[in-house]
């Protein structure tokens, strides 16, 4: 165990479904991170928190939209996705993200399939 | 564009054998790496770190290497057991930020 959890960790949902992601971390960090990984294709950074205060959004489409209510606590609510959208979403936390050089821990991911 | 990548996608090792698996990066600018080890159905684990201060680093079985002139990465693991056959990926973190680039993987697979 990481230290960081995610529910759920399989999720199906449909094109005009609304759902959310969460994740729990329980290291004491400041920082949290969602990251995109899909077949044979690098993790894509998402979003940053460090502090609670959103300080990256790697272009991604407003279809996905973060929320930070502490820093233990980030949610990633999900709204009329597309297909292309299927992927592992992973969550991660660092001591904090301000100089780099934070190992960052990851939890487990949550499967995601958009029919 | 700034691109970490992973030379061989596959690779199988005889159990007992040493591995290796290679990274290429691309940002010069980039002083901290680290080895993440992911398996099936889990998010990566980080096995490894080292700072672009030194050249090489040593854990309980594995090794990093770091040759700033070519700008090349490897892991090594001594005595590979079936308990390593994962998916093996490097991340660069260029110096003054916070992101890191992630390679893309290598599978690891170890024959019994």
Redo the contacts between chains.
Sequence with gaps: E?G?T?TPRHLVMGMTNKKSLKCEQHLGHN?MYWYKQSA????E?MF?Y?FKEQ??NNSVPSRFSPECPNSSHLFLHLHTLQPEDSALY?C?SSQE?????????????TRLTVL | GES?GLHLPTLSVQEGDNSIINCAYSNSAS??F?W?KQES??????II?I?SNMDKRQGQRVTVLLNKTVKHLSLQIAATQPGDSAVY?C?E?????????????TRLKVLA
């Design positions: 990481t960081v995610q920082a044979k294709k690098p993790l950074l940053v460090n300080t990256e992973l991660a993200s301000g100089t780099g050089n934070n190992e960052q821990f990851f939890g487990p991911g | 970490v002083d901290y680290i993440y159905g889990k998010g990566p684990q980080f770190d700072r990926f991340a973190n260029p110096s003054g930020t916070y992101k890191y680039i992630f390679g893309t993987g």
